[in-house]
């Protein structure tokens, strides 16, 4: 883990209509650094990550991150820089598969797409790369050619990564990666995450309401109510030792 | 040996001369004369004048009969005819408050200020199929109405609008946009989908506006106004003759026009964090002739359409405005559908190489169906 | 008014239609392979009957033009015949079969076997101009894809082609990249035709009347179309040849000519048919 600045937001504010959803918001980010947001639904978290990643305009506020090409300011990005970010440099999961993965494209076409935004042109070496993608991740490299459809969620959650993550990017946001699959299938996926984050020195931002998949892959943690951090620091202290009452809350309802 | 088989032309001229005997029919009736056409089936006449966009009653007569009737043809006559003819001036916007009114209704209050003046309507009838059409009296001219110009009749949407009922959007700067003259391109503003829904094939307008009041889409409308009647048509002097300056307006004839209003639900999302005191919101519809099926459909399109400015998710086909305008004009529509009677025998054969290509390929692979070959 | 009374201007549109289209057309060649909208009227052949490619034509023809016409290769089916007979009633102009003799040669879904040269042009029908239609059915996001360059899901479609079928399942509109730049739509021109259009010295304009565009290849533009380095581009072949001149390097049309199904084979130029049954 480096102490490079990689990701900044300041004052970050949200509104839809009568409800603020984030209000006052700031974090800082290093490369190699993961971060946990933690709250239950209606806390704002995931409208956070929408706007980390340059899907939503703030409202005030600012948050930049730093580019091969320098820093850039994402509530004014322009759309065709921002695509370009979003297949290279960063990376989406989504807690449900099914919103990303297309029905009627494959495992290898999902894997290889954004090798083929990017140019690549050669249909075996993108097939290979693809399968090879697939076997780091325990899925069988002989399905390469299978659609989306044929596979289990904790195996289309799987895909969804790996189409994020041939790019090599350097920050990966995820927004609830693991709920609502299995629970054995949960602890696969996230020791894989968690390898996968140390082998690629990725920097991390995960939305999650359980403090279990917090403390396993966050080095960080912010806690969200109601918009607000109240509060934030390394996970292990902060749930060792919560000292806002809301953390404290959510502290003592874990067994 | 193969002799290729020639004779399109001769097939073609065979071709057009039987299409004009079948036309002509039985020689032993009278032809008919566009003018009983304009007098005893008006309202076909308006529709191809209301799809053609051009409002000449004989010349749409002439459409149907050459077109034995098939209505889209007609329009799709009237089109060609109208593409190429000359624009001598631009009128002023139509006033519909001072129309020579025939039929005026609103469903929303019991009585409105002039009364519901029913008119000529198939509504109150039951639709028993007479075998003998009795003696029907002829179309009055608008001097022998009940209601001459010079009553304006207050509008429903203006009185509910007077007590701050009625949502009004922002005036457009600009100028009405011309859908004949500018390529349509999405988002539209409204008097481009407006222009559109105007002409629309009336069987499409119609079904998506049925599928708006089933649930696909949001709108649980009330018929604020239909009027109907003969609305002047004015023209500034400066816009005849350049070289004179008067802006007074002269009417230069009058055209019969459908008109409604719908009035539907009322809450509307400004921007995201702002939302406008609850009012009803409206949708327009407005065709020439008699055509109140159409106009009504229109409207209910109009106000879907509006979903993305009034801040409502769009969640259905008839808030689409891609899908609605796209596939709206019937000219458009019918010459893809039927395009593909046109030869296509050299994407055929290509598709065919392919397929047998194809099939070749899945041959060699079957006889290991478990492993994966490259 | 009396409809015999009016006579339609040369070529049927009135002259600032046809200025309207000639600017649409500049821009078009200026930029090779993007789509300039324009605003098409309504002709007398139906939308999705040509109207684009008459539109051009119109636009484009002068009274010392010739005039050559094809759909599917062939002068003589019925909607050439057609089309050729209203530019004939409308211009005057002279019109030929042969593909060398003439300067404007419309066409629907081939081009002429025999070589181009400079001076000649090509005028497409074209039904859906929009390549990434399939892909992408909303024009807003298509135009956003273009002005993107984000060419990806078009790539990854070609992808599962290859991965379903064991290779590209395009036969006819087969897509092309125009100038490195722009993916363009070459019209319904079989695969086998679109090795002509890279660097052909005669000017080729594109008109899609109901979707309301135009599009065009300047001469000796680079027109590639698309594949993987290692699943090259490759185009129809036949087993037989022509049954009347017997080449093997022309498009051959497939004719069953009896009921126990007997096939033949014809070109589909029957120009070029003709002129190597003569020599």
Known sequence: ?255 | MYVAVKGGERAIQASLALLEKWRRGDKDLPEIAAAQLVSQMGIAVDRVMAEGSLLDPELAALALLQAQGDVLEAVFLLRAFRACLPRLVRSQPLNTNSMTVARRISACFKDIPGGQLLGPSADYSQRILHNQIHSRPVLPTPSEQGISAGQPLARVTDILAAEGLLFSPEEQAQGPHDITRDPLNFPAPRSARLQALSRADEGFALSMAYATQRGYGDTHPFVGEIRAGWVPICVRLCDIDASVTDESEVAIGEIFLTECEMLTQFTVQLTQTEQAPPAFTSGYGLAPGRCERKAMSMALLDRSLRAVELGEPVTAPSQDQEFVLAHADNVEASGFVQHLKLPHHVDFQSELSMVKNLRDIAHRKAPNQDERSE | MNPAQLEPPFAYLDSQTKRMIRRALLKAVAIPGHQVPFASREMPLPYGWGTGGIQVTASIIGPQDVLKVIDQGADDTTNAVNIRSFFQRTTGVATTTHTEEASIIQTRHRIPETPLRAGQTMVFQVPIPEPLRWIEPRAQEARRMHALRDYGPMQVKLYEDIAQHGEIATSYDYPVMVNRTYLMSPSPIPKFDNPKLHRSPALMLFGAGREKRVYALPPYTDVKSLDFDDVPFRIEQWNEACAICGATDHYLDELITDNKGTRAFVCSDTDACAKRQQS
């Open chain 1, 1 to 255: 883990m480096s102490d490079t600045l990689l990701l900044e937001a300041h004052g970050v504010a949200k509104t839809f209509g009568r409800v603020r959803a984030v209000r006052n918001v700031s974090l800082r980010l290093c490369e190699g650094q993961s971060l946990a947001i933690v709250g239950e639904s209606g806390s704002g978290k995931s409208t956070l990550l929408s706007m980390l990643a340059g899907q939503l305009k703030p409202d005030v506020g600012s948050i930049r991150y730093l580019s091969q090409e320098g820093w850039v300011h994402l509530e004014a990005l322009e759309e065709r820089h921002r695509r370009k970010l979003a297949r290279t440099e960063w990376g989406f999961v989504r807690q449900h598969a099914q919103a990303t993965l297309r029905p009627r494209v494959s495992a290898g076409g999902h894997v290889g797409e954004r090798l083929m935004g990017q140019g690549a042109r050669h249909y075996g070496q993108i097939r290979a790369r693809a399968q090879e993608w697939m076997a780091r991740v325990e899925m069988d490299p002989s399905r390469v050619d299978d659609l989306p459809s044929t596979f289990s969620g904790g195996m289309q959650q799987r895909l969804q990564l790996i189409s994020n993550l041939i790019t090599h990017p350097r920050l990966v946001l995820l927004d609830e990666p693991t709920t609502g699959l299995d629970v054995s299938v949960q602890a696969r996926l996230l020791d894989l995450l968690r390898g996968l984050q140390a082998d690629l020195g990725l920097a991390m931002i995960l939305v999650t309401h359980d403090l279990g998949v917090a403390r396993l892959l966050a080095d960080q943690v912010m806690v969200m109510l109601s918009g607000e951090v109240v509060e934030q620091g390394l996970t292990d202290q902060v749930f060792d030792d919560p000292q806002h009452a809301y953390t404290q809350q959510l502290v003592a309802s874990i067994l």
